[in-house]
DNA sequence: TTATCATTGTGTAACCATGACGCAATGTAA
DNA sequence: TTACATTGCGTCATGGTTACACAATGATAA
């Protein structure tokens, strides 16, 4: 069976990673997690890495596996070591259950876990649960409380290293149709940020990077004024991503 | 013997840990460096972590050995984790030749590697080498070229973290003596940026940071005007780390 | 002893980014 | 037809940034 679960010899003892996948839908900042089976506890999706693949591939390949999606946007944020970390594991006793032959010791090291955050758009995303869960869902960040673990930590180290991430890099692309309304990236600043900003100061400070193409359309069937149409420039958001935003000095 | 290469077995398999020591002195950032036997080649310093304790701790642990220095500034900033990195370790043959009994097999599996960097004031290390290597110096950070394996992506990696750092950090507690000049502390500055900054300037920006005290004092027996000391307001200094500098958002 | 000159302390004017807010246009819903 | 929330565009005051000017200092050279 295709799951990290079995076959657990080809894998590095002791390292494993969790990624806090970012998406954005209904103008709320989202997290995929997993629901454990007979715990209604959630765990972040996590896997762990090939003995001849890079962390990168390995996160890659874990969120292929949830999401469906290539290319995934993924950055590594920290890695969490606490000895604590390892003792106590919920799904220890899940895996065991339900996989009778399994070598369990590998489970039962002590694990370092390398934490990524990952940037994808909510539409495209096909949640696969596995074995150890019973879906695999969209959660809004401020409900994502009961984890296992120091799943907590792990979320709240990625959004602050998304917050910080904002201040010398352009974000959105990949966490936003192509076609979006000003808005909308205004209220994904926003969530990410957690406090408010101002309309007007927003729309010029974005426009400034010039990473955006407005287009010739308005968003239709909305009430209110109909506000125009948004995509990204991909050439300037790459030089963006390359150079940085001007950030101090 | 006190060195990590005995008693491998009281270590995480597959996981080590490399740091970038940066110190300050005479107008240059210098990394600290070891120089392997044998090898005309330099190594960062760093070890594994044991089987109870964090990476900070571990980092922290194997820096005051090599420096001698309890309370090192340390942080974490990369995991470098590509399967060629275990290939050919040059330090493998010197530790088989040095340690007959050892068990080498620890050394020849697969290792990720977590990047720390660190502050230090130059003047307070004791630079300790091993068995593995002729000394421990510190080497100007241009200068640093000739190490193994992936060290040179490390040392970059450490350099642009801290570059990023200055943004939303203060620098300079950790790196220079208690008392010292503008002068001194803005060349800190333009060494870690890679660029000249106007004098004037600088002053005033780093002065409206207000982590700084000026005392009643001057440099003396120095050509030209006599420059003022300034030392660091530690109590503002905590509170700009742990609220960061205005940035962006 | 005096002049030289690189360096330091202080200040200033132009410019740009930011924060706070005004107002007219739009388009659905009452 | 009117009400009203929302959007597009703009203004003004403030503060930070850039690019300089100028006098004071103090070792060094004439």
């Known amino acids: 069976m295709n799951t990290p679960y079995h076959n657990n010899q080809e894998f590095l003892s002791h390292i494993s990673i969790d990624s806090v996948v970012f998406g954005f839908h209904e103008?709320?900042?989202?997290?995929?997690?997993?629901?454990?089976?007979?715990?209604?506890?959630?765990?972040?999706?996590?896997?762990?890495?090939?003995?001849d693949e890079t962390i990168e591939d390995a996160a890659s390949r874990i969120l292929?596996?949830?999401?469906g999606l290539d290319e995934i946007f993924l950055q590594q944020f920290k890695v969490f070591s606490s000895p604590d970390r390892s003792k106590d594991n919920p799904t220890i006793p899940i895996i065991k259950s339900l996989i009778p032959n399994i070598d369990i010791s590998?489970?039962?090291?002590?694990?370092?876990?390398?934490g990524f955050?990952?940037?994808?758009?909510y539409t495209l995303v096909n949640p696969n649960p596995d074995e150890l869960s019973i879906k695999c869902e969209w959660v809004n960040i401020d409900d994502a409380k009961n984890v296992i673990i120091d799943h907590s930590d792990i979320i709240n180290g990625?959004?602050?290293a998304l917050r910080i991430q904002l201040n010398y890099s352009p974000i959105g692309y990949?966490?936003?149709p192509q076609k979006f309304t000003m808005p909308e990236l205004q209220k994904l600043y926003e969530t990410?940020?957690?406090?408010?900003?101002?309309?007007?100061?927003?729309q010029r400070k974005i426009l400034s990077y010039n990473i955006l193409n407005r287009l010739d359309e308005k968003r239709v069937g909305v009430a209110h004024k109909s506000p125009y149409l948004y995509e990204f420039d991909l050439e300037n958001y790459q030089k963006a991503l390359e150079n940085g935003l001007k950030s101090g000095w």
Request: glycine share 4%; proline share 2%.
């Open 27 to 51: 103008n709320e900042l989202k997290v995929l997690l997993l629901e454990l089976k007979d715990l209604e506890k959630y765990a972040l999706p996590g896997g762990f890495v090939k003995k």
């Open 64 to 67: 292929k596996w949830r999401t």
């Open 106 to 114: 590998f489970y039962n090291d002590r694990f370092i876990s390398i």
């Open 117 to 121: 955050f990952a940037l994808v758009e």
């Open 158 to 160: 990625a959004l602050e």
């Open 174 to 176: 990949n966490l936003l």
């Open 192 to 202: 990410i940020l957690g406090k408010q900003l101002d309309r007007r100061n927003f």
